[in-house]
């Protein structure tokens, strides 16, 4: 029988192993001289926020980063074929439920967003990449909206 307090085990392993890059990282930005957060502009927050978006839908939503959430779950054999499934506890359940929150991922998320953007000498490039994209994943997402509105009220009217 698997007790719920074996998996808080591994939720707190990696907690820690959070604790410890956020440590590290914050070395490495005040070793490289790296920019000021507390000098951030609001524009500079929004593109922040907008990359770590869609960093996040990337690992946690999109169809290109399946494969990598597909590792951490268990193939479970049925008669027409497999079902995934998460694993019942373990580190590979705690990295499956990671990647299946977009509230969880996000923090690690932001993390290397401002990792990225305070200490690497090019990640503004990958920054503004990915803030772009996530903007227009909200265009795409009121798009969509809008249709499935439109499509709502057309099979009301009887159109």
Known sequence: MIRI???????????????ILLGFAAIVIKSEGGV???AMTPMEFIILSLATLRFTRLFVYDHATKWLREQFWDAKKLRTGYVLEKPKTGPRRTLADLMSCPWCFGVWSATVVLFLYSAVPYGDFFILLLAVSGLGTFFQLG?????HQAEKLKRENGE
């Open 143 to 147: 798009a969509n909206l809008v249709g």
């Open 5 to 19: 307090t074996d998996q808080y085990f591994w939720n707190f392993v990696f907690g820690i192993f959070f604790l």
């Open 36 to 38: 000021d957060l507390a």
